[in-house]
């Protein structure tokens, strides 16, 4: 039985702290770069890119994080990203001359695509309680399947509306630099970069203040003790799925804007980054504790890992997959290791196996 | 009259598979008034309460809430009908703020208004004097607070009903009379309240009612004034009062001066303060106190449960190394955990799997026993302690809790332990098999072998042990042997002299 | 008081109605669509011996790794509750191991060979270690903790041969990937049938199944009765390490080289869906190994079908996922609830006719 003493201020909870360090490592993580890198990474076009280059990592994050608060996970979305730009590229081709409105329905289908994905999927997790990750790893297959049915050659989209939006950046004059022929060279800002902190801020919003988001921590807490409370779990769990299905459709179609082609191997495993990106953000497997904005800043340092290493001599493939495995270990054993200090009864942990301070 | 009942339940009916759990029950309930429904294990009350709570879906009968006919298939149904339920297990959620706690899952609109619930929440915790802050995290509150959390949840839902299912379990006294006032504040607000436990003290404390079922049916309704606390009991097991004379009969052993078995010097545990015990051949003794006073995590450190940081043990004059369950067992000690369902039954596993365990276990990892002699044991140990399972390869978990329990002692006794540790063995049982259970201790006794024996209800502590060591604060304050083993010594011990 | 005791010898074998009727349905399915499907023919080999071919033959034989590896994962995930998703990127590591070892040597002998197998082993084991103690002792979802070899082991893998595909040849190697010359079944059949009956006798002279499905049930019990669950954990994740080490050898012998990219990809899915299939909890406990191997045999009979009918390489996944859903659907506990209430409406008592459902 606790004896907490009666501080005024209560202390942070597990998915605050978590997230607080990872934003603190990023802070730190970058500060370096831009003192021991220099270069690059004292220009803010440094940090737009990341944010340009990882959009659609960034949205699957979320939706990511959405079903592991519910206590769940939802390894298909990097192959509904695979589909939808694959089936958005077909389509934008065989449109080509359809104007603005095509891209409209390109954008349709995108989130059509994600939201079947998401539908099928919730379905099966929550009416049928078959295990998430069989249902999700089969909508893998099933997206991945479709994409090579779709094309087994790489199709590159040749749309000229659709060139024009995928070279619409947003210009920021006085966070550019001036280049050495004195040009003032503004930082740019990818519609899709911009669609992605929407995204977050809009989960986080979703998530902290609506009755549907307090609900998921609910059933990821306590599914039991939901169900009495009065929750409707199942329509919760169902609408978790749809929301991450959805998400996946939309960041499919933000990944056709930053890189208009299709590939069967678009998005390959990035399933397991976002998943990672969440577990770094402070996001917890077993459910019921998770924050968006953590989500962010795990998937950010994800990306300013990957950066360093492309920047530094050892700019290799491997070396950037072992620099991103050896973080993610990190995180995870400093996880474990703080939760654990916190000697809380809460994640079902028998008082015998916490770790403690003498 | 008719307009003061809250509650009407009439020809309740509700079978599983074939068997029938409740045959035709009546229940009803008034304003104002705590009622309290008892029966043994499988009498069918938690069947009757789910059926209430729309965890079940009954077979037959009728509910009304005020005269309205009540249509209940959900727990919402069941919420929107004005019967709110507090369980023994708290079923809040561990990760929500108090606050959150306390509206969720209820409110109207699609947003959440974070001022709003943690202002109305701190005006709800003031007025029913419960201590606790809104913006805490439930799993920072102890289980007492988290109990009164749920039920300021369940009173501010304007319940008409309210049920509190074994609410005083995992209490402690001074809890318990916390939680008994705001009990008759509700009741003088109108509530009516339905109680269940297994405490017949606390029974006849509050309560102005008493239902009582057997085997599903029902026994019937008394005002709780009129019901002698021998009636009682002899209605909730529709016997005669033979075996409540028997159970009078179960005389005090004193082991007298036989060897040593185990002792302990300044034995500590992360969960216990050093303290020092002995206990002898054929003895069997008890550690008493409040909840929380230390009496489980010293046996715990005893059996090597939680992670010893201290002390010297010797077992039979020998010093032995206990640090792990493991090394407990190899000395001849064996445990019978407090919580039965987190720590004794492995719930998948099949009556046979579950009785040979610990025997298995000390055998060896390299020598397993062969399915024969697996089933000769369990049928061996089915029959004596008349384990009630359809086959010995039934789960365990689909046992009742009396039966479940007889599993794990045929655990322990099936590995002839020299020293049996029995925390809280008799908790949440039936009368019947709580009386089996505290004849097979002073059996095991007369076969000498040594029994720690604890209990939340004082009275069968002095039945069966002959000294009682008194906890307080984590520390032994006390040992009672001979004459003052008399409720009122235990009682002035345990509270420190001032009552 | 007289209470009944029966002895019911068949427990748990329900639990493998599903697959059983999965796979006849598969059978039966071929038998109608074309009897050829069955013909076993002999045919020589380029090395001039008898080899005995067909559609079973080889859906026997390329099952082989999978079979062996959905062993191991039974175990992991009966102890842990949790699957591994590195046996993939494990086996890569384990067969670059043995690559680099046997080309230690002069040349490629028997020796070399049995040096390379034991230290494929042992480094298989290893890295299997890791994962487990970052599950036993950390208490760190197996997902997660696996996920970091997952992302990485494929690159250590190239890092430790610094080739993408080291060529590997020898008769020795040959007769274990391929056939022994004059025995006509495909030795790794052998080997399947090898790795089952050692695990059996595991089964035999231990108690290894009785304190796996204690831990995986409830720990805290287990440990109170004397089991450690931390060395339990630890031993299923060494038997993983030791069923990833054969089926990377095989692997490696069946191509006669080493691809790190795609030895034995994607087989951390089929491993956990064999699991899925053959009826075994994802959440631990009670396990059936002939459960997870029969698994193992449906997904790759379900592959060689649709080949068998013609369906394009590309496209085979697309319907896979389709037919796993189904089979997981037909095996869902609300499923399986709702079927046999209706059978008993349609024909009280008469549970058994599930047959022709599904």
């Known amino acids: 039985m606790s004896t907490a003493g009666k501080q005024k201020r209560e202390r942070l909870t597990d998915a605050q702290l978590l997230m607080t360090i990872s934003i603190c490592i990023f802070v730190f993580m970058y500060a370096a770069a831009m003192i021991f890198m220099g270069g690059g990474f004292l220009k803010t076009q440094q940090l737009f890119d990341l944010l340009n280059d990882n959009a659609a990592l960034i949205i699957i994050s979320c939706a990511l994080t959405i079903v592991m608060i519910g206590g769940g996970i939802n390894i298909s979305v990097g192959g509904v990203i695979g589909l939808t730009v694959m089936a958005g590229a077909l389509f934008l081709n065989a449109h080509s001359d359809g104007g603005p409105f095509s891209i409209v329905l390109t954008f349709l289908l995108a989130v059509g695509i994600g939201l079947a994905f998401g539908l099928l999927q919730g379905f099966l997790v929550s009416h049928l309680e078959i295990q998430p990750f069989i249902v999700t790893l089969a909508g893998m297959f099933l997206a991945r399947g479709l994409t090579t049915m779709l094309s087994v050659n790489p199709v590159s989209v040749s749309h000229s509306d659709f060139s024009a939006l995928v070279k619409t950046k947003i210009q920021i004059a006085f966070l550019g630099y001036t280049a050495k022929n004195g040009n003032l060279i503004p930082a740019k800002l990818e519609i899709g970069a911009v669609t992605a902190v929407a995204v977050v801020i809009l989960v986080y919003l979703m998530l902290r203040y609506t009755k549907f988001g307090r609900n998921i921590y609910a059933i990821g807490g306590n599914q039991g003790s939901a169900l009495t409370l009065g929750i409707n779990v199942r329509r919760t769990r169902f609408y978790s799925y749809l929301i991450s299905g959805l998400l996946s459709g939309l960041a499919g179609f933000v990944f056709l804007m930053h890189k208009p082609a299709g590939n069967a191997s678009v998005a390959m495993r990035s399933e397991m980054d976002a998943i990672a990106s969440s577990i770094i953000g402070g996001t917890l497997l077993t459910g019921g504790v998770g924050n968006v904005i953590g989500t962010f800043f795990g998937t950010m340092i994800l990306a300013t890992i990957q950066k360093i290493i492309a920047l530094s001599p050892l700019n290799a493939s491997w070396w950037q997959d072992m620099a991103s495995g050896a973080m993610l270990g990190v995180f995870i054993l400093l996880q474990s290791v703080v939760l654990s200090q916190r000697g809380r009864g809460r994640m079902g942990l028998p008082s015998w196996l916490k770790f403690r301070k003498e | ?499 | 008081m007289s209470v009944p005791v029966k002895r019911k010898k068949a427990s748990g074998l329900s639990q493998l109605i599903i697959p059983l009727v999965a796979l006849g349905l598969l059978l039966l399915f071929n038998l109608i669509r074309d009897p050829g499907f069955y013909s076993v023919s002999i045919a020589v080999n380029n090395a001039g011996n008898p080899v005995l071919s067909g559609n079973m033959i080889s859906i026997i034989d390329s099952a082989s790794e999978l079979a062996i590896i959905a062993m191991g994962m039974t175990l992991v995930t009966a102890a842990c509750g949790g699957q591994d998703i590195s046996v993939g990127a494990v086996g890569a590591i384990a067969g670059a191991v043995f690559v680099k070892v046997v080309f230690a040597f002069e040349s490629i002998t028997a020796g070399a060979l049995l040096a390379g197998l034991a230290a494929c082993i042992l480094g298989a084991v290893l890295f299997k270690l890791f994962n487990g103690t970052l599950v036993a002792v950390f208490r760190i979802q197996p997902m997660i903790a696996t996920l970091i070899l997952y992302s990485c082991g494929r690159s250590i893998a190239y890092w430790i041969n610094g080739d993408a595909t080291p060529q590997i040849s020898s008769p020795i190697l040959s007769a274990v990937g391929m056939t022994i010359p004059g025995i006509p079944v495909p030795t790794p059949i052998f080997l399947v049938i090898l790795t089952g009956l050692l695990m059996m006798l595991l089964f035999r002279v231990t108690n290894t199944r009785l304190y796996t499905q204690t831990v995986g049930i409830n720990q805290g019990a287990a440990r109170l009765n004397g089991i450690n669950p931390v060395r339990i954990k630890l031993l299923s994740f060494v038997l993983l390490g030791v069923c990833v080490a054969v089926a990377a050898v095989i692997g490696i012998a069946r191509l006669g080289n080493l691809s790190h990219k795609t030895i034995l990809a994607d087989i951390e899915m089929d491993a956990i869906l064999a699991v899925a299939i053959g009826g075994n909890n994802l959440g631990g406990g009670r396990f059936r190994l002939s459960g997870s191997i029969l698994g193992a045999y449906i997904i790759q009979m379900l592959t060689t079908t649709l080949y068998a009918m013609n369906v394009a390489t590309v496209n085979v996944k697309a319907y896979k996922a389709i037919v796993i859903i189904v089979i997981v659907v037909a095996g869902s506990p609300v499923v399986k609830a709702r079927l046999s209430a209706l059978l008993n409406r349609v024909r009280p008592g008469g549970a058994a006719g599930l047959r022709g459902v599904s």
Not at chain 2, 127 to 149: F, K, N, Y
């Open chain 2, 1 to 499: 009259m008719q307009n003061n009942e809250v509650l009407r339940m009439r020809g309740i009916c509700k079978s599983f598979l074939g068997v029938r759990a409740l045959n035709n029950v009546d229940f009803t309930l008034r304003k104002g008034e705590i009622h309290a429904l008892m029966g043994e294990n499988g009498a069918g009350k938690s069947t009757l309460i789910k059926v209430l709570t729309g965890v079940y879906e009954k077979d037959g009968g009728s509910i009304t809430v005020e005269g309205k006919d009540a249509h209940i298939r959900s727990p919402q149904d069941a919420q929107k009908a004005g019967i709110s339920t507090v369980y023994q297990e708290i079923t809040l959620c561990p990760n929500l703020t108090v606050a959150e706690n306390m509206f969720i899952g209820r409110t109207k609109g699609a947003l959440v208004n974070w001022k709003e619930r943690e202002k109305r929440t701190a005006e709800i915790l003031d007025s029913l004097g419960i201590p606790a802050r809104p913006r805490q995290e439930l799993s920072g509150c102890s289980l007492a607070v988290q109990q009164m959390v749920a039920i300021a949840r369940a009173v501010d839902m304007q319940c008409k009903v309210l049920i509190l299912d074994e609410p005083t379990s995992s209490l402690d006294e001074k809890e318990v009379e916390m939680l008994f006032g705001l009990m008759r504040d509700l009741k003088s607000r109108g509530v009516g309240i339905i109680f269940v436990t297994h405490f017949l003290e606390q029974v006849y404390a509050v309560s102005d009612r008493i239902t009582v079922l057997r085997n599903g049916e029902l026994v019937g309704e008394y005002v709780a004034e009129e019901l002698p606390q021998v009636e009682l009991v002899a209605k909730m097991m529709g016997k005669d009062l033979k075996d409540l004379a028997d159970l009078e009969q179960v005389g005090v052993k004193n082991a007298g001066e036989k060897d040593m078995v185990y002792e302990a010097e300044n034995l500590s545990s992360t969960e216990a303060r050093p303290f020092g015990f002995h206990i002898r051949r054929g003895e069997v003794n008890g550690f008493t106190g409040l909840l929380g006073s230390g009496r489980s995590e010293s046996v715990r450190a005893v059996f090597g449960a939680d992670r010893v940081t201290g002390g010297t043990v010797k077992m039979n004059g020998k010093s032995v190394r206990i640090t792990n369950p493991h090394e407990a067992m190899k000395a001849g000690i064996g445990y019978l955990p407090e919580d039965r369902k987190r720590d004794g039954i492995i719930a998948d596993l099949s009556v046979r799997e579950n009785i040979i365990l610990a025997l298995q276990v000390m055998r060896g990892f390299f020598h397993p026993m062969s399915r024969k002699e697996m089933e000769q044991f369990a049928d061996e140990y089915i029959k004596a302690l008349q384990i009630k399972t359809a086959s010995q390869e039934t789960p365990v978990g689909s046992l009742s809790g009396g039966n479940q329990q007889k599993v794990i002692l045929a655990r322990w006794l099936l590995t002839h332990p020299e020293y049996l540790i029995l925390d809280e063995p008799t908790r949440g049982i039936d009368v019947g098999t709580k009386l089996e259970i505290q004849k097979l201790v002073l059996k095991l006794a007369e076969d000498d072998v040594s029994v720690t024996f604890i209990s939340s209800e004082i009275e069968e502590m002095l039945r069966v042990c002959s000294r009682l060591i008194v906890m307080r604060d984590r520390k032994i304050v006390g040992e009672l042997t001979g004459d003052d083993l008399t409720q009122a010594t235990v009682m002035k011990t345990i509270a420190g002299g001032e009552q």
